[in-house]
């Protein structure tokens, strides 16, 4: 038989009317108690391959993985944020989430598959139809990093390296084993920062300064994944507390970092007097001086990895905070990546 035209047009216009119908009928199954077929969960998961990887070729350069710095706030994160669904090495899956469909999987054991930037593009976007939801904030790509980097140390660590590294009980030291899942201690603990934290030291802060950010997080108004989760559930007359709790406890003196003393010389000029050719205004004019605004963050024994990313974050405009934020965008605007490292090695020292 010879196909006319006018076979075709039928057919066109009357696939999708019978689509709709199936759809209409009712017959069509959304139950997920029965599962897909096996064709059907492969050619799902086929086309969830595809669309990952072929989104990850434009992820850009991997930045460094290897900071032990990047893996205690993911690894809270992770405790808050994933281990209700994917289980975690000190917790197996619950029931209730291996009955979704698709379930959750095991991470220890699928994240091998993946290159680093199929897993950037999977935790930061999530994925469609699975309940698999995206970063909470899409502007942090540092934050998505951070998580890859815990994800990649995730199949080697049992449920005491794990424990220690989310902070899940309190410090997961024995004897300091306390019921509360995470907390703010968790990650901001004293004892479990050091130079190399990209978890900031809030012992000391100044109070106003702590209201506002806590407030900023809450509003959305200083992007931050982690952070807006640790906050999301809190209560807005709950914050000024805790705020006073930490802006009163005594930071704990440490033996500062090794950092090149040419280096943190450097940081100290550029802290004490600017660079006027540059139009970098003197750090120590609004920062860390008496009779300072209070709502000015005191920046002296910072850890240098926190204050370099923060840095980072003014001068690409991302960082947001309270009403006074702009101030700071401004003085960072000039500044070079080898000034971050040096004045941040000049405060964390102080
Ligand atoms: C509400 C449940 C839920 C939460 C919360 C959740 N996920 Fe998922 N995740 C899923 C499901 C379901 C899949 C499976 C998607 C699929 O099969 O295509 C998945 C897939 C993944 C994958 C790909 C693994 C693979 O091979 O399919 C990674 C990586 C991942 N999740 C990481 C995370 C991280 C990191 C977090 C926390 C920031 C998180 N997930 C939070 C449900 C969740
Ligand atoms: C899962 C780890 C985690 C938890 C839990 C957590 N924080 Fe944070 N906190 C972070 C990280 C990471 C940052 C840096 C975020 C950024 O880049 O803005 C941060 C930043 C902050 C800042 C800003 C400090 C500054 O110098 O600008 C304050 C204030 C703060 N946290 C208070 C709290 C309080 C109070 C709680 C408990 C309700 C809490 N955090 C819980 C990880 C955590
Ligand atoms: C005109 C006043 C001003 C000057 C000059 C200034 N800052 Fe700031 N800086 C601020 C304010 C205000 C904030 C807090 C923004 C907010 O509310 O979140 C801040 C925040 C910061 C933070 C974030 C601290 C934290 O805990 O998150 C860093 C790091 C920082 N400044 C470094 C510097 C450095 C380095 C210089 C010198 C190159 C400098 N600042 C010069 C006003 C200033």
Request: glycine share 8%; with cysteine.
């Amino acid at each position: 038989m010879i196909i006319r035209w006018k076979h075709l047009i039928v057919l066109v216009v009357l696939a999708p009317l019978l689509g709709l119908a199936v759809g209409w009928s009712g017959l069509m199954s959304v139950r997920a108690s029965t599962g897909h077929w096996a064709v059907t969960d492969w050619f799902l998961h086929w086309v969830m391959r595809n669309s990952v990887s072929a989104r990850a070729v434009a992820t850009g350069d991997v930045p460094p993985l290897n900071d032990p710095g990047l893996v205690p706030g993911a690894a809270g994160h992770f405790e808050t944020g994933c281990a209700v669904c994917h289980g975690s090495p000190a917790q197996p899956r619950p029931d209730s989430v291996l009955a979704m469909l698709p379930p959750p999987p095991d991470l220890k054991v699928v994240v091998p598959e993946w290159t680093d930037a199929e897993l950037f593009e999977i935790v930061k976007h999530g994925v469609r139809f699975t309940g698999m939801p995206a970063w909470p904030v899409q502007s942090r790509d540092d934050e998505i990093w951070s998580m890859v980097a815990f994800l990649r140390k995730l199949p080697d660590m049992d449920a005491q390296a794990y424990i220690r590294a989310s902070g899940l009980h309190g410090l997961g030291h024995a004897g300091d084993v306390s019921p509360l899942p995470i907390t703010c201690e968790s990650c901001h603990a004293e004892a479990k920062l050091n130079d190399g934290s990209y978890i900031p030291r809030l012992a000391g802060q100044s109070e106003a300064y702590l209201l506002n950010s806590l407030k900023a997080y809450a509003e959305k108004t200083r992007p931050s994944g982690i952070m807006q989760v640790a906050v999301g559930t809190l209560s807005v007359e709950g914050l000024p507390e805790l705020a006073a709790y930490y802006a009163n406890q005594t930071p704990t003196a440490r033996t500062g970092a090794a950092h090149d003393p040419i280096l943190i010389e450097k940081g100290r000029i550029l802290a004490e007097q600017g660079r006027r050719a540059d139009k970098i205004p003197a750090c120590l004019s609004c920062h860390d001086k008496a009779g300072a605004n209070p709502a000015y963050p005191i920046l002296s024994g910072q850890n240098s990895a926190y204050l370099q990313n923060q840095l980072a974050l003014f001068q690409s405009g991302g960082r947001g905070g309270s009403e006074y934020h702009h101030l700071m965008s401004g003085a960072a605007k000039e500044l070079a990546a080898d000034d971050f490292s040096a004045v941040a090695a000049y405060f964390s020292a102080r």
